[in-house]
Nanobody, 123 residues
């Protein structure tokens, strides 16, 4: 099982980025896929998650209304569209998957993790 996160980069405040999380197998093999982020000196925090069977989505309050999580089963990829980015969104972003029927924005239940992709929001 491999998850490959990509799409990070440098963007100005107010800008947009789209992150991708590509799975080595079928994303339908997982119950949910989530995005987390970790800024320097801070704990890893949940950003958003999506259930792969029925597209239920969940967001941290800090990103609600600005970020959108969605999936493309044909490409076995989950995306995180990030709009109206703020400097405080700067972090390494990770995607993670859980096969058990768990919905959470806490890291602990997630069994599979991709490598991080760095998002820097700065002028």
């Amino acid at each position: 099982v491999q998850l490959q996160a990509s799409g990070g980069g440098l963007v100005q405040p107010g800008g947009s980025l789209r992150l991708s999380c590509a799975a080595s197998g079928f994303i339908s093999d997982y119950y949910a896929i989530a995005w987390f982020r970790q800024a320097p000196g801070k704990e890893r925090e949940g950003v958003s998650c999506i259930t792969t069977s029925d597209d239920n989505t969940y967001y941290a309050n800090s990103v609600k209304g600005r970020f959108t999580i969605f999936r493309d089963n044909a490409k076995n990829t989950v995306y995180l569209q990030m709009n109206s980015l703020k400097p405080e969104d700067t972090a390494v972003y990770y995607c993670a998957a859980v096969s058990r029927p768990v919905i959470s924005l806490l890291p602990r239940p997630y069994q599979y993790w991709g490598q991080g992709t760095l998002v820097t929001v700065s002028s």
